[in-house]
DNA sequence: GCTTGTCCTGCGGGAACCCGCAGATCGCTG
DNA sequence: CAGCGATCTGCGGGTTCCCGCAGGACAAGC
């Protein structure tokens, strides 16, 4: 049984190291990678069945990087390690989970035991493993709490990537009204509005929302960065 | 001497400690604090003269805790030690350190040997230490490059905050069409035009800009909470 | 003095936005 | 089937934005 680490931080990657030869003695190697570039090579390379990663890398995004890996071995099981409970990140790893894939998510603060514990539960029972924490953030972006749906999180990273109306109703094949349509859902939402008063400390909507949505945590910059790279990647084709 | 160290991270706290340990023998007591928020009041309470801090933290800023250090000790001496080189961040500190303060930045990255021997030099010898790295970005924002001046970051702050136009007008005192021309001038600095060509892929200018801005990490979330609490303290006054 | 450059300001028009109103489609339920 | 709700679509208007043109204020340099 091998084991990769992907981790950018010298100092977590050997915790990381130390937690997974203690946690699972039936391993017999355990992988180092610096970055997400690397442990996607790392992971072709080695035929990595298991990983250990953290989300936030400078070179390239934990979430870049599971999405290639997963491409190429879907049974991969994947052990993600992450600062933060970010509705971006937690919305852009279920988002590339393929069907029946085995996977954790836990936060970097959580004890050491419940880290060993997901180890062995995602590793060897194939089990899914989520943070309390973490699955809080899941449950409100479905529920009916003031979470947005897929259609106003889509929206969202259009607008937030500086695209126009047209543009996206085009994009997405709808018609432009729609796409206001949908805008203003996500107005409401995000709780954005004229601040109806006097002249004074107006809102500019489309910009404000984004504004919102980054410091709720709903948006951050590397989620926008993907949804760049999707857009080049479309234009191209 | 007694020193303060302010991070969120408990591995790097602890490597921290034993940094502080071995590189400053002559010190006889070493505090942590887990968060800005507490770091703010142990640095009050100890009258913390030397202080190591991260900058990304998640209850409260180490921009914002350094913030307040300073303004009720002017003459504390901050080492800053972060993971990050964005402009948001590096701008953000320089501009709240006190004319005359010592202060260094370092990156997590570097070696053991370059922080202790920045905790020597600050601390001991009031000598400011910028890493190499750092140093470079600060260049680039005051230099010919396509940096930002001071006038088209404020504005793309403001823009990213979700104000109008008229708004950010009447807030800086200036005639609805100066706000304009400096858009265009931030516009033509982060290299973003209407994509001529045909009807797609138009942008809409003031949300792209942001966009870019996020991707070139001359904004981040943080810096633009902090200019949110600014926003609202005024509307209070 | 004149010129040159930089910054602020006003005007005007075309485009994009925000949004109310109204009709059309589709799925669901009694 | 009739009725209801949710979603998509078109139209029209008021507002804001983007930006070219043109003038005025002020400093620096020939």
């Not at 030869?21 to 298991?50: H, Q, T």
């Not at 491409?71 to 279920?94: C, H, M, Q």
């Not at 539960?121 to 194939?126: D, N, R």
């Not at 939402?189 to 500019?204: C, T």
């Amino acid at each position: 049984m091998k084991v990769l680490i992907i981790e950018d931080d010298a100092l977590h990657r050997s915790y990381l190291h130390e937690a997974v030869r203690s946690a699972l003695p039936e391993c017999d190697a355990v992988m180092e990678s610096e970055n997400g570039r690397l442990g996607e090579i790392d992971a072709r390379k080695l035929r990595a069945e298991f990983v250990v990663m953290d989300l936030q890398m400078n070179d390239r995004n934990g979430i870049e990087a599971a999405r290639t890996i997963w491409r190429e071995r879907p049974d991969t099981k994947i052990l993600f390690w992450s600062n933060y409970s970010d509705e971006a990140y937690v919305r852009g790893v279920s988002r590339i989970v393929p069907g029946g894939a085995t996977y954790g998510y836990v936060l970097k603060s959580t004890s050491d035991e419940r880290l060993k514990l997901a180890l062995r539960s995602v590793f060897l029972e194939s089990q899914c493993v989520i943070d309390r924490e973490v699955r809080g953030i899941q449950q409100k972006g479905m529920g009916a709490g003031h979470g947005l749906s897929d259609a106003e999180y889509e929206i969202l990273v259009d607008v937030a990537l500086g695209l126009t109306d047209k543009t996206i109703a085009s994009r997405k094949k709808l018609s432009l009204r729609t796409v206001q349509n949908r805008l203003q859902q996500l107005y409401e939402k995000l709780d954005v509005y004229q601040e109806a008063g006097d002249d004074e400390s107006r809102y500019n909507l489309r910009t404000r929302a984004v504004a919102v949505a980054l410091m709720r945590r709903v948006l951050n910059a590397s989620a926008v960065e993907r949804a760049e790279r999707d857009l080049q990647d479309d234009a191209d084709c």
